[in-house]
C-alpha cells in the first residue's frame, strides 16, 4: 500500500457529532485551580488513540512511523487534516493546534492522546485549552520534550493525571513497551520502575534518602518557562522530575538557579533526575573552554537542599524510557535506585 493511501485509510475513523464549529472551543471558558485529582480510565486493545502535533511540525514520514507505532501496540488511530500543516517552526497556527488537543478530548470514541514529537509550540496554546471540556472527558494524554508544558497546563487548571512518557515516533523497545503496559494497561498500587542493568552505571547519587510526594515535571527548560504563569505548580512536598537535552552544563546551573530563586525547592520531598543526554561541554566550539561537569553542577545547586537526590534514572531523550504519571504520589529511594509508584494512575 502507497504511504499516502496507507495515512488517509489511518484517519477515516467517522467524525462524531461532538463538535460544533471550529471556535465553540476558543472560548476563554474559565479556569479552574486546585481542582481535585482525576484519574482517567485505563486503556484495552483496540482502544482509538488520537495523534496530536502540538508543538513543532511532522513531516508526513513522522506521521507514517506514529501510525505504525501506535497500531503495533495494538491501538487504532485517529487524527484530523491539519496534523500536516506547518507555520514557521510550529505545526500550524495556534489556533489549529489547541483545536486539535480539544476536538481529542471531546471525541467519544478517543479513549488515549499522544503527541507525535514535541519541539516547540505547547506553551503558546495553553489559553486556548478548554479545560472545563477536559475535566468532562478525562483520558490519558501522553507525551514529553515540550510536551510539558501541556501536563503542567492539563494538571494545574483540572487535576487530571497525564503521562510523561514515549512520544508516537519514540523508540518502542520491550523495556519502554513493558512499563507503558503496566501503568496505562494493567495498573498496580505499587509499581516498581528501574534502570536496565546496563544503565545501572550512569547513576549518581547527589544526596542520599528516600522521599514520598507526587510526581510533577518533565523537561527542565519548559519547567522553568512555566515559573510566574497561572500554570505553575507548587512543589512542596512533591518529587521533582527533571530531564533535558542538548544544554551545556552553565545552563543546566542557569535554570537551576532559577528554580532556587523562585521556588523553594527545599520544600519538594525529593528530585529525580533523569538522563541529561548531551549536556556536558561541548567537544568543538564550547561556550566556556573551562567548565564544570554535569554533575559538579548537579552537586553544587541541589544537594545543599538537604533531600533525595539522585541522577541518572532511565528516562528524557533516550531509548530506555519509563512512562511517570503526572500527579500520583510516588516514592523515591536513591539507595535503591528506583521510583515506585504507590497508587495506580488509571482505573
Known sequence: MKRKEFIKKSAILSVLPVLGAKNSFISGSSLVR???????????????IGLIAPGSYITENQLHEAITNIEKLGFKTHYIKNILEKSGYLAGNDHDRSYDVNY????????????????????????MI??????????ILIGYSDITALLYGIYSQTGLVCFHGPVATSTFNDYSVNHLENILFNPSNNYTMRNLPEDEGQIKIISEGAAEGELIGGNLSIVVSMIGTKYNID?????????DV??????????????????????????????????EKKVKDPEFHNSFSLLEVFKDRLAKLKIPVIYGLSFGHIENKFTLPFGVKARLD???????LLEKAVE
Open 246 to 279: 542538548g544544554e551545556e552544563p552553565y545552563r543546566i546551573d542557569r535554570m537551576l538557579t532559577q528554580l532556587l530563586q523562585s521556588q523553594d525547592l527545599s520544600k519538594a520531598s525529593g528530585i529525580a533526575l533523569g538522563v541529561f543526554k548531551n549536556c
Open 34 to 48: 486546585d481542582s481535585k485529582k482525576i484519574i482517567p480510565p485505563k486503556l484495552k486493545q483496540d482502544d482509538v
Open 104 to 127: 481529542m478530548f471531546a471525541n467519544k470514541r478517543v479513549k488515549g492522546i499522544v503527541a507525535i514529537r514535541g519541539g516547540y509550540g505547547c506553551a503558546r496554546i495553553l489559553p
Open 235 to 243: 512543589l512542596k512536598n512533591k518529587i521533582l522530575f527533571l530531564e
Open 334 to 340: 536513591t539507595n535503591d535506585h528506583s521510583l515506585t
Open 130 to 139: 478548554d479545560y472545563n471540556l477536559i475535566k468532562r472527558n478525562p483520558k
